[in-house]
């Protein structure tokens, strides 16, 4: 089992910058890929970026790439998500999440089984 926190969102304005935190808990975080997602109100929850286990591959959606950079302290349990150059449209709920299997990277919410309740971004234009 793994439990995540987030922590960081707030309110911003257009060209800001936040860093987000997902404190892990559980003895396999260091084995699991971890993605954070976000969802916009009235649309689907989509990958912003993720990273596997070891942190040596990443993933980032075409609308983040250049702008956030995702990271990971296996010593401390820690995921971050630095957000730079923010607009209005990153405005969102952002999750941090933990893939169901060990050693792997998901790119579909469906390979992430385990969930934070989420940290609330919002960019004023």
């Known amino acids: 089992q793994v439990q995540l926190v987030e922590s960081g969102g707030g309110l911003v304005q257009a060209g800001d910058s936040l860093r987000l935190s997902c404190a892990a808990s559980?003895?396999?975080?260091?084995?699991?890929?971890m993605g954070w997602f976000r969802q916009a109100p009235g649309k689907e929850r989509e990958l912003a970026a993720a990273?596997?286990?070891?942190?040596?591959?990443?993933y980032y959606a075409d609308s983040v790439k250049g702008r956030f950079t995702i990271s990971r302290d296996n010593a401390k349990n820690t995921v971050y998500l630095q957000m730079n150059s923010l607009k209005p449209e990153d405005t969102a709920v952002y999750y941090c999440a933990a893939d169901r299997r060990l050693y792997s990277l998901g790119v579909t919410a469906g390979e992430y089984d385990y969930w934070g309740r989420g940290t609330q971004v919002t960019v004023s234009s």
């Open positions: 990273i596997k286990w070891s942190g040596g591959s990443t």
């Open positions: 559980g003895r396999t975080f260091s084995s699991r890929g």
